[in-house]
């Protein structure tokens, strides 16, 4: 006999028939739903989706390459899903399995038309054959491990994920399609007796098959025929739930990929003119997100990661990620009156996130909360909903630009003494040092920009700074909600900037640093910015940080390094700092010492500053820098590096907290140090 099988075996034409109308009345209930869902999303503002597809076809290929990217790696390759462990596993089985399954009924489907036309385009045979069915079974194997897991998983150790009843409807089906699947290819070997090269390439089928030895080949076949048509019922109904249930997640997850925010830490600009044209600033109905925030929402699973990662969650604040997105779904699918901020979201959930971004990085299909939070921010600021020390820090940062209120004259007051040009003075600088409001008014902060200029002077760097002319960038303006003021502040820094033709710039705030990467080119700067590890790390390759002669470096202390969110997570800057700290303690006469936290770089844990947070008052039990700070000095560390100023005062704050004896400094700090400057 030849190897192969017909698609339709033991079914007659008109069962086909039948089966092609039901299928056909399946895609109309199916293609129903996403439409429903499609309906809501319109309900936001539109985005301008047809320009992917305007120009030349190199630049329509360059503006969809990314999306596409995000497709083939974070979807089909399941990048964000991996790295925890069984879940994991059990996860890229069950998604291996389905694909696979998926695609090759497709292609039983495709040869099954193509015979239709012509037997010679009949290719579902021989070598193909077996490759095929082998493939399938091994697949449908590891598709039901999958599900098995996941059902043992709900049974005896919840996830964070909610639990619905259509959930164990959907794993019922799962596990029902994979068991009936292989029991048909049992009763096929049986009825169809193949060859036995024919009949072992389904090794799993050949095995079921010996359970019906003593079936008859008619009752083979009929059995065959009602569990095919329960088999093709449960795909049925499979098909038309996906939109009505999470599994809308099929359609929304890659959807999302496609058109997600590709940046972390970038914000999209609000100008006067939209708010006066539309009377709306930022979000205060549904309505007000646009429509990929809303395609969002149905592409989350609930899978609870987001909150797994949120310091806000883990700290008993009122904001759970994966909560806030449900909520907004509900919101979005519901007929009622209900208002966004007064009975859906509160504002104590929105002034909780700190915008570190975990949320954003460890969701699978790249759902953004804080896109969502920042726009209802926005409004609540708008509407005069900001109070506290927040709103205080605002009025300071229009006033006085910077947040504590100090006057602009003593912006430079740290550098008493070290003889650091201005920009005026030294008009052919190489490099702008960027102090920030912190490294200028706060007296620990100042202690780090001192030692900053101590290594750049060591190590004849042509360097300036703005001195009195520097303003707050307004990085925390914005996060917090307050546009406006971010831009006035930008722009009269751009001004600044633009006046002594600024091309590269030093500093060691990764907030402003971020600032001046993602945040200043939406308003025509650009600039070239470097965080000072980075800088540092390149001055030791260049041998210009060199010990000074006769002095005694203090003794290594063991030494654990915490990632700012706003370098490592968001600007994927995590190496450099830890490259400075070894070579720094190299120069010691002990061996370095560098204890790794469990969360460190990308997966790093907030300090709980950023987002606004620096300037919000606390309740003591639920600060985010205990945490952290425990987690630190669990590593037995007696020195605690940073990199961020917002990191230094709360990582001293957390350590304080328990009264343990070990030292906060920043990296620039323990360097000189070092080096005995």
């Not at 008619?218 to 569990?227: D, P, T």
């Amino acid at each position: 006999m030849e190897l192969t099988r017909e698609t339709f075996g033991n079914i007659s034409p008109a069962s086909q028939n039948v089966f092609y109308i039901l299928a056909a009345l399946t895609m109309v209930v199916f293609c129903y739903g996403v439409w429903k869902r499609f309906v809501l999303w319109k309900k936001g503002l539109p985005i301008d989706a047809v320009r992917l597809i305007r120009g030349r076809l190199s630049e329509i290929w360059g503006k969809v390459q990314p999306g596409l990217n995000r497709l083939l790696v974070d979807g089909l390759g399941q990048k964000r899903v991996r790295g925890r462990g069984l879940a994991s596993w059990a996860h890229l089985l069950l998604f291996a399995g389905f694909m696979i399954l998926f695609a090759g009924t497709t292609m039983l489907e495709v040869d099954h038309l193509a015979s239709a036309i012509s037997k010679s385009l009949h290719f579902h045979q021989g070598t193909y054959y077996v490759i095929y069915e082998f493939t399938l079974d091994v697949f449908g194997v590891l598709f039901l491990l999958g599900c098995i897991f996941f059902a043992f998983r709900r049974l005896r150790l919840p996830p964070s994920a909610g639990h619905r009843a259509t959930d164990w409807v959907v794993l019922g089906i799962f596990i029902a399609l994979g068991v009936t699947g292989f029991v048909l290819e049992g009763l096929r070997i049986r009825w169809q007796q193949p060859p036995f090269d024919g009949a072992i390439c389904s090794p799993v089928g050949f095995l079921i098959s010996k359970f019906f030895d003593g079936l008859t080949v008619s009752s083979a076949r009929s059995a065959h025929w009602w569990l095919w048509w329960t088999h093709s019922f449960l795909v049925f109904f499979f098909i038309g739930m996906i939109p009505y249930t999470r599994l809308m997640h099929f359609i929304a997850g890659p959807l999302n990929l496609f058109f997600a925010q590709p940046v972390l830490g970038r914000m999209n600009p609000v100008s006067a003119e939209d708010v006066e044209s539309s009377g709306r600033f930022g979000a205060s109905d549904i309505a007000h997100f646009n429509r990929q925030q809303l395609l969002s929402l149905d592409a989350c699973m609930e899978c609870g990661r987001c909150e797994d990662a949120c310091p806000a969650t883990a700290t008993g604040k009122p904001l759970s990620p994966k909560d806030l997105v449900q909520d907004l779904k509900a919101l979005m699918s519901s007929s009622s009156a209900k208002k966004l901020h007064e009975d859906v979201i509160r504002a104590e959930t929105l002034w909780s996130c700190t915008s570190c971004s975990a949320c954003v990085q460890v969701c699978p299909v790249r759902i953004d909360p804080l896109t969502l939070i920042f726009d209802m921010r926005r409004n609540l600021v708008g509407e005069g909903g900001l109070g506290g020390t927040a709103a205080a820090t605002l009025r300071k940062m229009q006033s006085s630009a910077n947040p504590w209120g100090f006057p602009q004259a003593e912006r430079s007051n740290w550098a008493e003494g070290l003889q650091i040009p201005s920009c005026k003075e030294n008009p052919g600088f190489d490099v702008l040092y960027w102090i920030g409001c912190a490294g200028s008014y706060d007296r620990r902060a100042q202690k780090v920009t001192r030692s900053v200029v101590k290594l750049l002077q060591h190590a004849g760097v042509n360097f300036a700074i703005l001195k009195n002319e520097e303003k707050c960038n307004g990085e925390s303006a914005r996060r917090v909600g307050d546009e406006f003021l971010f831009q006035e502040l930008a722009q009269a820094n751009i001004e600044t900037l633009a006046r002594y033709k600024v091309r590269k710039i030093l500093t060691h705030c990764p907030h402003c640093l971020n600032t001046f990467m993602n945040d200043y080119p939406q308003f025509g700067g650009q600039y070239e910015v470097v965080h000072h590890t980075t800088y540092i790390e390149q001055l030791q390759a260049e041998g210009r940080l060199r010990s000074n002669a006769g002095a005694e470096a203090r003794p290594a202390d063991s030494v654990t390094y915490h990632d700012p969110c706003y370098l490592a997570r968001v600007n994927d800057i995590h190496q450099a700092p830890r490259d400075v700290l070894m070579k720094a303690l190299e120069t010691s006469s002990s061996k370095p010492d560098i204890r790794e936290m469990a969360r460190n770089r990308t997966k790093t844990s907030c300090c709980g500053a950023g987002g606004g947070r620096m300037w919000m008052e606390e309740d003591p039990k639920q600060r985010v820098s205990t945490l952290r700070a425990r987690e630190a000095l669990g590593t037995g560390a007696k020195t605690v590096a940073v990199g961020c100023p917002f990191c230094l005062t709360m990582m001293s704050d957390g350590v304080a907290s328990q009264n343990a004896e070990a030292r906060v400094l920043d990296v620039a700090e323990l360097l000189v140090e070092q080096l005995g400057l």
